[in-house]
């Protein structure tokens, strides 16, 4: 049984550089990671012009305490991806190894688990404390919901294919339909979370990824660069060919300055030869004009 910590008001709570900031489990599985790489990659923009002072922090796998225990992690969860706006990614200076809620005071506006089973540690509502009074192991899906305040809570069963979306309303989450789409609207993030078919890291599968309020897919870096590249060889092309065709303007006012030049040449030889046939005749006394 975890038993929860009465804190010691005269000493202060730990911080970030002092708590465990892995449980020692291993990752269930080969998707996860990359899984987690794509939703940061792609979102990265977007975020950037919505906190151009940086204020904001991106977990992934990364412990949220939320209260002490003995072991400390036993009072942390670590959900497999998680975006805080309003913190900075460094606290003092120094890379965040875990988000401690009794430092920070602000809640994840949405976090994202990759459930490999079926999902059932992801909506755990087990509470704190059971019917008798006593502390217990509480679950993932009741932490989030009624401790940590998370708004958006989404779940991914990487076997199925399955997502489901859960807003936080009057303290409780509500599932979210999807729209037309099939997307699950992330209202204050101005973006969609939706499954999306295809390769990344030498997987082909299904895939969590953003699209925009408009439906567009946000892009990871490797597909805006292969769209720059893309670009850049159609202006390219553009240039070639219009270089072709300066060319051939080129060629076309050359062969006209030719043509002009050799009309100028046979008009000058016609009135040079006009010029001798009438030194001719008057030099026989014939006057060219009266003729």
Not at 158 to 171: Q, R, S, W
Not at 181 to 209: A, C
Not at 222 to 244: F, P
């Amino acid at each position: 049984m975890t038993s929860t910590i009465i804190p010691d008001l005269q000493k202060p709570l730990p911080d970030h550089t002092q708590l465990p900031e892995s449980d020692g489990t291993f990752v269930k599985n080969f998707q996860e990671h990359p899984q987690s790489i794509i939703l940061t990659d792609s979102i990265g923009p977007l975020l950037e012009q919505r906190h151009p002072d940086g204020r904001y922090a991106i977990g992934q796998d990364c412990g949220i305490y939320w209260r002490e225990t003995e072991p400390a992690e036993k009072g942390a969860e670590a959900p497999d991806w998680f975006y805080v706006p309003g913190v900075p990614a460094k606290v003092n200076g120094q890379t965040r190894r875990s988000y401690v809620l009794w430092k920070e005071h602000l809640a994840p506006l949405i976090a994202i688990e990759f459930a490999s089973g079926n999902g059932s540690e992801e909506r755990d509502k087990t509470p704190l404390y059971n019917e008798a009074g006593e502390v217990q192991n509480p679950g993932k899906f009741w932490v989030y919901e009624r401790i940590i305040h998370i708004l958006f809570y989404g779940i991914f069963e990487i076997k199925t294919n399955k997502l489901e979306v859960y807003h936080l309303a009057d303290g409780c989450y509500q599932e979210i339909a999807p729209n037309e789409r099939g997307h699950y609207p992330i209202g204050p993030l101005g973006v969609e979370l939706g499954l999306w078919e295809g390769s990344y890291q030498n997987q082909t599968q299904i895939w969590l990824r953003w699209w925009d309020l408009d439906g567009n897919l946000l892009l990871i870096g490797s597909e805006r660069a292969e769209i720059e590249k893309h670009r850049a060889e159609q202006a390219e092309t553009q240039l070639e060919q219009a270089e072709t065709q300066l060319e051939q303007v080129e060629t076309q006012l050359e062969q006209a300055e030719t043509q002009l030049a050799l009309a100028e040449t046979q008009l000058e030889q016609e009135r040079l030869e006009k010029q001798r046939l009438l030194d001719r005749l008057r030099a026989a006394g014939i006057d060219p004009d009266n003729l």
